[in-house]
């Protein structure tokens, strides 16, 4: 029995460390960015971008925003919750603007079940063309997974 608490622990240890890389992935500048169409097709994938938090893994998927690279209108960032009640109390979509703050460009609130769902932000508030590091994160503003957004 302690021998598979032990093994729990190790496993435990393992996510918290994964994690924090990831957090510490998340926190460099944006480089690159996954080149989709406009409806969602990925053209050119960047493999930094839209990475599942390993706190996530097998609870929620994030697919790459789309269109991406944009210069005028609206983007979609698809989302997957794959567990009922994984993500209740929504997602949201966060990004620095050109002060340095963290600021919020769309949200779901409505998560409680498994499927697909969508936000959609503008990217004119960001403020700047130029390439931004997109946070998607939960209700406790714990991170789900991030990626670039080229605004041209």
């Known amino acids: 029995m302690l021998g598979a608490v032990a093994v729990g622990l190790l496993g435990a ?3 918290a460390d ?10 460099s500048p944006p480089s690159g960015f996954t080149q989709t169409d406009p409806n969602g097709g ?9 990475r599942t938090a390993p706190v996530f893994v097998g609870r929620a998927i994030v697919d790459p925003v789309y269109p991406n690279p944009v210069s005028a209108g609206l983007v979609t960032v698809p989302f997957r919750i794959l567990q009922f009640d994984e ?41 700047t063309a130029e390439l931004h590091r997109l946070f998607v994160m939960d209700v ?7 990626g670039d957004l ?3």
């Open 150 to 152: 080229d605004v041209r």
């Open 42 to 50: 990925v053209i050119n994938a960047d493999e930094d971008d839209w």
């Open 13 to 15: 240890c393992d996510t």
């Open 87 to 127: 993500l209740t109390g929504g997602v949201f979509v966060r990004a620095f603007d050109v002060n340095g703050r963290l600021i919020p460009l769309g949200e779901m609130v409505e998560t409680t079940g498994p499927g697909q769902y969508t936000i959609t932000i503008n990217p004119a508030q960001l403020g």
């Open 18 to 27: 994964l994690q924090r890389e990831f957090l510490e992935a998340a926190q």
């Open 140 to 146: 406790f503003g714990e991170l789900i997974s991030y």
